[in-house]
């Protein structure tokens, strides 16, 4: 009996352990990991303030770098947008007092919205975090205060999957973030092959870990086939890889 050919997958995680845990991932599922960083960390030495009633943070890295700062939230209640946050929040010695069901600035602002009228809110994460979280929770009558820990840039060298796109040689591609989608079409816009790569990933298995990342997408024109109902990683890829498996597209 003849071996289905591995599955090529791109992903475009940081280029750390991120980008690293990815790969062995997809390497379990028995694809062939196509890792392209279209993203990378710029700290801005900025802490969280610690006087706020609320504290919000949305990303893995943001954590570190508050921690790594020695930040105190004091009596605040801790929010995490979701578990992976929240689980490296806990194993840096913080409480969590809040996760919302759905992980993300919809799901933080559903939970938040009916408790934050008149307090202070700190939202800890980077330059191109979401309108939605700050807009819902000053709606809710909150007075929002945002940090910018961090920058996210392109990294030099980026784009060997716009290529492999182009040339239809992708079989899905995971985006984490919009910020991911703008940076690909961007880095296939300066080669000259943007209409070709979007070709490429609409013959392919297109992944969005929420819905923000499938609307960018989709305003692109790329055609976003898989949205898991946890909004991680490990969710995206195996859901993904098993819709791009020969079996799922006959």
């Given amino acids: 009996m003849r071996e289905e050919p591995r599955l090529s997958v791109a992903v475009f995680r940081p280029d750390d352990e991120r980008t690293t845990q990815a790969v062995e991932l997809l390497e379990s599922l028995g694809a062939d990991p196509v890792p392209d960083p279209m993203l990378a960390v710029e700290a ?3 802490t969280p303030r610690s006087d706020a009633d609320y504290v919000v943070l949305t990303s893995k ?3 570190e770098l508050a921690t790594e700062a020695g930040w105190d939230p004091g009596d605040a209640t801790v929010c995490a947008i979701g578990r992976p946050t929240a689980d490296v929040l806990e194993d ?6 809040l996760v919302p069901e759905e992980y993300s600035s919809t799901g933080l602002v559903a939970a938040l919205e009916e408790s934050v009228d008149g ?3 700190e939202v800890a994460r980077s330059d191109h975090g979401s309108a939605v979280l700050t807009d819902g929770l000053e709606a ?7 940090t910018i820990l961090y920058r996210l840039v392109r990294p030099e060298g980026a784009g060997a999957s716009t290529e492999r796109a182009a040339a239809g040689d992708l079989d899905a591609a995971l985006f984490t973030s919009s910020l991911t989608v703008r940076h ?3 880095v ?8 070709d790569a979007v070709e490429g990933l609409n013959d392919a298995v297109v992944g969005a870990i929420g819905e923000p990342t499938r609307q960018t997408a989709t305003d692109a024109g790329i055609d976003v086939d898989v949205v898991p109902d946890t909004a991680d990683f490990e969710t995206l890829a195996t859901t993904a890889v098993e819709a791009a498996a020969p079996s799922h597209r006959e």
């Fill in 92 to 97: 840096a010695g913080y409480a969590v007092d």
């Fill in 61 to 63: 890295t943001g954590v």
């Fill in 44 to 46: 801005t030495g900025a």
């Fill in 140 to 146: 809710a009558g909150a007075y929002v205060h945002e």
């Fill in 184 to 186: 690909f079409l961007a």
């Fill in 188 to 195: 296939a816009d300066e080669r000259g092959i943007r209409a």
């Fill in 119 to 121: 307090a202070r809110v």
